[in-house]
C-alpha cells in the first residue's frame, strides 16, 4: 500500500509538472501577443496623433 501511495503520488507531480509547463507556455504565448497588440495600439495612437495635428494645422489655416 505505501508503494503504491508513493507511486501515485510521483505520477501525480509528474503530471503537475507536465502541466505546469504546457500552462507556462501557454501563459508565455499570450503574454508575447499581448506585447505585440500594445505596441499595434501605440502605433495607431502615435498615427491619430499625427492625423490631429495635421487637422489643427489645416483648421488654423482655414480660420487664419
Known amino acids: 500500500p505505501v508503494r503504491q501511495v508513493s507511486g501515485l503520488a510521483e505520477q501525480l507531480e509528474e503530471r503537475l509538472f507536465h502541466l505546469y509547463g504546457l500552462h507556462n507556455e501557454l ?3 499570450r503574454l508575447q501577443e499581448l ?14 496623433r ?4 495635421t487637422v489643427e494645422a ?5 480660420c487664419l
Open 58 to 62: 489645416a483648421y488654423r489655416d482655414l
Open 35 to 48: 506585447a505585440e497588440v500594445m505596441e499595434r495600439v501605440g502605433q495607431a495612437e502615435a498615427e491619430l
Open 50 to 53: 499625427q492625423v490631429c495635428r
Open 27 to 29: 501563459i508565455q504565448e
